[in-house]
């Protein structure tokens, strides 16, 4: 009887607990719908759904309203999963931001079907269109924003490849709109960055980027001002700039201006040598004497490296192809760029390629604040060994780390004196047919205001190798770089911290460590077998040359028995230096391929592993407690 009792009561409170749990289930819906309609928790490992407060800003600053239209085909949504995925994302992001804009913002969802009034207004935007049946059928997935003064701004087609770029994408748009008149950069481009239209020649995809958001106004090389209502200025790769030229760029730095500076040792994608063809004709940029009078100082023959930064490249070493590290080409990641900074502080990867070092000059009374440097790792090498090309090896033959972290981009504030203490210089003849050069500012020899200047080291860093893919898809940081660089000097700051959301950089730090040890235990093998290698042939030449050279055979004019011996022991041993170099660079190989086999097993089998050892211990902790509550109750 008190068995079925305390059964009837068990049965009872499983009853009561249900009924409860319905109430709370309701309730909590009940609340949630009344009072957190526009709360949300966003568990995703890099909060997508979270709205960052660079874009809530931009939404609290409208004055007018702005209208965003998103063209969603559902026939196209339909045919793609994944499409169908990213669509929901971008719905609920729109739904964000006009709930955060006050009233400012309104967005509306459409459905061009196809041959519909609503797909003639797609058209009628440049939305890019795609085929849905042979019919002819076409689908669209874009979003257009407008104001209240006829501007319009478009994403013609809302690709999941620029997912990771998605908030700021929107962001940028809306403004754009909120800001129809694009600031002016005056740029002079010492790399012809800006392209030809005269042979077709596109501009850089980096010039592109800038223009999404500056309207670009050229200066030439022996410009004699700056002209008015610049926000900021460029100057890439200054080899050939007049004295006029430097004179309007120190007065309109020193009145407190932006600019924005791009020197190098080594310009990689200069035109090229005419007497050198693999060599750039104008390989280095000093901006001397203006970079002085900004306190800072870079030594033109001197290339920076760093080999835990460098780049693999395949070369020749001697007979043989090679993979090797070359520390003057260098990947840049978070460890490198300063997290301080508003320009580099949310970027992760970047690229620069012979690169030179900024150093403060001494008695400077400005402050250079670095924003890109390498490691300690870091060497000099002299610009005529990086520019003989020859084998790639020969740079890490050495190589002895120089304890200092080199900076290769800065900036730079503080007052300064003019460059030009005794006037503007006189100005270069005019050309002839040309328009009458601008008078040259006044002198101002102390600033004005604060100087406003950053400083980088390198001109590659602008070039599409380091910045996008054949396909034209970015592949590094270098660009968000540039256009942060400008936001920060023109004061504009309000995207800086989306750009960075683009690209996610995660090293495997262990496997390159690992690999370096790999490289280093067989570095010095390979250098001694090397260095024999060309003792032999030494020797093997001087033989040759004493006997009067070789024949249209290749074999000693005149040799004797003892010589003969000599030469076929030189050959000998080239052929066993040789391949003792090709079993070092094989177990190289080797090592690496099976650190990359135990990665590939561990990636395999050790996540399932650890899942069955952690069912096994649950399933005998369940069996454990099982037991002993069986237990007990037969002792009861």
Do not use: C
Request: glycine share 6%.
């Amino acid at each position: 009887m008190g068995n079925w009792i305390k059964t009837a009561d068990r049965a009872t409170l499983g009853v009561v607990g249900a009924v409860l749990a319905i109430v709370l289930f309701l309730a909590t819906n009940m609340i949630a719908s009344l009072g957190l309609g526009n709360a949300r928790l966003d568990l995703t490992e890099n909060h997508i759904y979270t709205v960052s407060q660079s874009t809530r800003d931009v939404l609290a600053a409208l004055e007018e309203p702005v209208t965003l239209r998103f063209y969603r085909s559902s026939a196209l949504v339909e045919e793609a999963p994944s499409l169908r995925v990213y669509s929901d994302r971008i719905r609920q992001l729109l739904r964000s931001y006009e709930q955060l804009a006050g009233g400012k913002l309104k967005v509306e969802q459409l459905d061009p079907i196809p041959f519909s009034a609503l797909e003639d207004e797609a058209i009628g935007y440049s939305l890019a269109a795609f085929n849905l049946s042979v019919a002819g059928e076409q689908g669209y997935f874009g979003l257009v924003g407008t104001n209240t003064v006829d501007g319009v701004e478009t994403i013609p087609a809302l690709t999941p490849a620029r997912e990771n770029y998605l908030e700021y994408d929107l962001t940028r748009l809306i403004a754009r709109l909120a800001q129809p008149v694009a600031p002016k950069v005056g740029i002079i481009d010492g790399l012809s960055l800006m392209g030809d239209p005269v042979t077709q020649r596109r501009p850089a995809a980096v010039i592109s980027r800038i223009a999404k958001d500056y309207e670009l106004v050229p200066l030439y090389p022996d410009a004699t001002a700056v002209p008015e209502g610049l926000s900021a200025l460029i100057v890439v790769h200054p080899y050939n700039l007049t004295p006029s030229a430097l004179y309007a760029i120190d007065q309109y730095a020193i009145r407190g201006g932006g600019v924005l500076v791009f020197l190098d040792v080594i310009a990689e994608h200069d035109v090229r040598s005419q007497t050198t063809p693999t060599n750039p004709a104008n390989p280095s940029s000093t901006l001397e004497p203006v970079l002085a009078a900004w306190g800072l100082t870079m030594d033109p023959r001197s290339v920076v490296g760093d080999l835990s930064m460098a780049i693999k490249i395949r070369g020749r070493a001697g007979s043989q192809m090679v993979l090797a590290d070359y520390p003057p080409w260098m990947i840049v990641d978070r460890d490198n760029l300063n997290p301080d900074d508003v320009v580099t502080g949310q970027l992760s990867i970047m690229r620069i390629a012979t690169a030179g070092a900024l150093e403060p000059r001494a008695g400077a009374t400005t402050t250079a604040t670095p924003l890109i440097e390498t490691t300690p790792a870091s060497k000099l090498f002299d610009q005529a060994e990086v520019l003989r090309r020859d084998d790639p090896t020969v740079l890490t033959a050495d190589y002895v780390p120089s304890g200092v972290s080199r900076m290769l981009a800065a900036r730079v504030t503080g007052e300064v004196d003019t460059a030009f203490p005794d006037g503007a210089p006189p100005p270069p003849p005019p050309a002839e047919n040309a328009d009458a050069p601008l008078p040259p500012p006044p002198l101002v020899s102390h600033s004005q205001k604060p100087l406003n200047v950053i400083v980088v080291a390198d001109t590659d860093i602008l070039s599409d190798d380091l910045n996008v893919n054949p396909a034209g898809q970015q592949t590094t940081q270098n660009a968000d770089f540039v256009v942060n660089a400008l936001d920060s000097l023109t004061g504009g700051g309000q995207l800086i911290a989306l750009r960075g959301q683009g690209i996610s950089f995660r090293p495997f730090t262990t496997v390159d460590a690992i690999e370096a040890a790999a490289n280093e235990k067989y570095r010095a093998t390979e250098a001694r077998l090397q260095a024999e290698l060309k003792d032999t042939q030494d020797k093997l030449a001087a033989l040759l040359v004493q006997n009067g050279g070789v024949d249209a055979a290749g074999q000693p004019l005149e040799v004797s028995a003892d010589q003969q011996q000599a030469i076929a022991e030189f050959n000998q041993r080239l052929v066993e230096v040789r391949q003792q170099l090709r079993d070092v660079r094989g177990a190289l190989r080797a090592e690496i391929d099976a650190l990359g086999d135990r990665l590939r097993l561990i990636n395999i089998f050790a996540v399932p592993a650890l899942i069955v050892l952690v069912g096994i211990a649950v399933f005998g902790w369940r069996r454990f407690r099982l037991a002993r509550y069986l237990r007990r109750r037969a002792a009861a």
